[in-house]
T-cell receptor, first 110, second 114 residues
Framework: KNEVEQSPQNLTAQEGEFITINCSYSVGISALHWLQQHPGGGIVSLFMLSSGKKKHGRLIATINIQEKHSSLHITASHPRDSAVYICAVLGGNTGNQFYFGTGTSLTVIP | DGGITQSPKYLFRKEGQNVTLSCEQNLNHDAMYWYRQDPGQGLRLIYYSQIVNDFQKGDIAEGYSVSREKKESFPLTVTSAQKNPTAFYLC?????????????FGPGTRLTVT
């Protein structure tokens, strides 16, 4: 059983579409991270949040602690958004355990 | 420019040989991490270090060893005891060891053992 589940696993969108990627987790957490991994393998941290909502450019991340769920939204999607998006949480029994989702592979077609 | 460097980008080794992956950061971060990524799986934590001269095992430490003699360096040795060493290895760092700190990732090293 994975402590962090993401959906969908794969997503193809037309340029300009609004995109939502979901993350559900089963452990208590102190923080949730959204990461972006490009085809070359490098990973960039997009957001870190423990409550509410954060916005950066066309990206919006929300978290609902009670429902143990987070969403990453991309508005006006662009081909350069094509990447794997990974949800990660820090928590568990010790509070110091990292759990990673397997990622959502996004392809935006021009 | 501040950041994390990993070298080499691609590494090939024969089975039975130890190999050391380099990770250097000039961000003045206290915490450093090593992750392993396999196709279709999430990142898995191998080792982490909260401060210099201290490190802790992660979820899959067997067959790996690390050192943290300097704040900016956290090399990972993949030993011959690691049964499935072929993978993509990522190093990361952060200001502190809690989820409250953003992690900065290096570009990764792809290790192939034959």
């Amino acid at each position: 059983k994975n402590e962090v589940e993401q959906s969908p696993q794969n997503l193809t969108a037309q340029e300009g579409e609004f995109i939502t990627i979901n993350c559900s987790y089963s452990v208590g957490i102190s923080a949730l991270h959204w990461l972006q991994q490009h085809p070359g393998g490098g990973i960039v941290s997009l957001f870190m949040l423990s409550s509410g909502k954060k916005k950066h450019g066309r990206l919006i991340a929300t978290i609902n602690i009670q429902e143990k769920h987070s969403s990453l939204h991309i508005t006006a999607s662009h081909p350069r958004d094509s990447a794997v998006y990974i949800c990660a949480v820090l928590g568990g029994n010790t509070g110091n355990q990292f759990y990673f989702g397997t990622g959502t592979s996004l392809t935006v077609i021009p | 420019d501040g950041g994390i460097t990993q070298s080499p980008k691609y590494l090939f080794r024969k089975e039975g040989q130890n190999v050391t992956l380099s990770c250097e950061q000039n961000l003045n971060h206290d915490a450093m991490y090593w992750y392993r990524q396999d196709p279709g799986q999430g990142l898995r934590l191998i080792y982490y270090s909260q401060i210099v001269n201290d490190f802790q095992k992660g979820d899959i430490a067997e067959g790996y060893s690390v050192s943290r003699e300097k704040k900016e360096s956290f090399p990972l040795t993949v030993t011959s005891a690691q049964k499935n060493p072929t993978a993509f290895y990522l190093c990361a760092s952060s200001w502190g060891w809690t989820g409250a700190y953003e992690q900065y990732f290096g570009p990764g090293t792809r290790l192939t053992v034959t």
